[in-house]
């Protein structure tokens, strides 16, 4: 059973940084595209960031220059270093990947169950 545990949400003070980390888990043979998502209360889920498996990286035009994505290929995590945090940042946010789980000759998209980042001005 392929599953996706985020950590490091929590309360920050604006101008304050925060570090996320999605740890994938199960009968895993490959992993694709990783992502980060947020969602906002009121608002639909955006995609923040994406990083592939060479380690090629994209941001949302609202997040560059503040977040960092990174992986871990041999640990099958990725990060998600949010720095100078705005209270507009403050969203659940979700980790997504493109898995390949041992035995199947094909990948799906599995989502954390997402974490709760919340920035106070």
């Known amino acids: 059973q392929v599953r996706l545990v985020e950590s490091g949400g929590g309360l920050v003070q604006a101008g304050g940084s925060l570090g996320l980390s999605c740890a994938a888990s199960?009968?895993?043979?490959?992993?694709?595209?990783m992502k980060w998502y947020r969602q906002a209360p009121g608002k639909q889920r955006e995609l923040v960031a994406g990083i592939t498996s060479a380690g090629s990286a994209n941001y949302a035009d609202s997040v560059k220059g503040r977040f960092t994505i990174s992986r871990d290929n041999a640990k099958k995590r990725v990060y998600l270093q949010m720095n100078s945090l705005k209270p507009e940042d403050t969203a659940v946010y979700y980790c997504?990947?493109?898995?390949?789980?041992?035995?199947?000759?094909?990948?799906?998209?599995?989502w954390g169950q997402g974490t709760q980042v919340t920035v106070s001005s």
């Open positions: 199960g009968n895993i043979f490959s992993i694709n595209d």
């Open positions: 997504n990947a493109n898995i390949k789980p041992l035995g199947s000759p094909f990948v799906s998209d599995y």
